[in-house]
């Protein structure tokens, strides 16, 4: 596709279940980032992928939260256990060269724990 | 990455230029400084970035000082869709893994 696709774009669920949330990032592109922003906040680093590796996890809140990219391509966020506190938009970015600090956004993923 | 510091919000009239400061005062010498705009409940959009040159695309206008200890973002003729909320980030362009981290930004209103 032309940009960043996430999916799903909104979520609700009960608390305790797990969710996973997915991003498409720009083709070719080798480098990818997960961040949260919940409302009103500004966007706090989850974790960044290098191809399929994660060189830095060190954003992740809990050992709930967990994730993983296949062919150095889609990515996919996994929330276990979900509590109300992970209630939050889950956005997506991709950048063509690792380091670069261009990126491209996805539109997020609005997660909603009841 | 050098840490940057913006007001938390700013007023602009419609039709006047915005000018939003960052403070980069800690800046290496291979860091470039970039700004993003996040428009509320969409996700952040590249604006522009420079190096020591001034920069100017359709977007906006990027004036970085002889120091570079600080930058300005202009947006010339601000419109009520400028209204969002402004990041301007630090970062090296010398490859290799760097967390690319946002701080609050300044959030825009332009005021009718």
């Known amino acids: 596709g032309a940009g960043v696709s996430q999916s799903p774009s909104n979520k609700v669920t009960e608390k305790g279940k797990d969710v996973e949330l997915r991003c498409d990032p720009i083709s070719g592109h080798t480098a990818l980032y997960w961040y949260r922003q919940s409302l009103g906040q500004g966007l706090e680093f989850l974790i960044y992928?290098?191809?399929?590796?994660?060189?830095?996890k060190s954003g992740l809140p809990s050992d709930r939260f967990s994730a993983e990219r296949t062919g150095g391509s889609v990515s996919t966020l996994t929330i276990q256990r979900t509590q109300q506190e992970d209630s939050a938009v889950y956005l997506c970015?991709?950048?063509?060269?690792?380091?670069?600090?261009?990126?491209?956004f996805g539109e997020g993923s609005r997660l909603t724990v009841l | 990455d050098a840490k940057t510091t913006q007001p938390p919000s700013m007023d602009c009239a419609e039709g006047r230029a915005a000018n939003l400061p960052c403070n980069h005062s800690t800046i290496s010498g291979n860091e470039y400084v970039y700004w993003y705009r996040q428009i509320h409940s969409q996700g952040p959009q590249y604006i522009i970035h420079?190096?020591?040159n001034n920069e100017t695309n359709e977007m906006a206008s990027l004036i970085i000082t002889e120091d570079r200890k600080s930058s300005t973002l202009i947006l010339p003729h601000a419109t009520l869709r400028d209204t969002a909320v402004y990041y301007c980030i630090a970062l090296s362009n010398s490859g290799g893994y760097q967390k690319v981290t946002f701080g609050t930004g300044t959030k825009l209103q332009v005021i009718p």
């Open positions: 420079g190096l020591k």
């Open positions: 970015a991709s950048s063509p060269v690792a380091g670069q600090g261009r990126l491209f």
């Open positions: 992928f290098q191809g399929n590796s994660a060189p830095d």
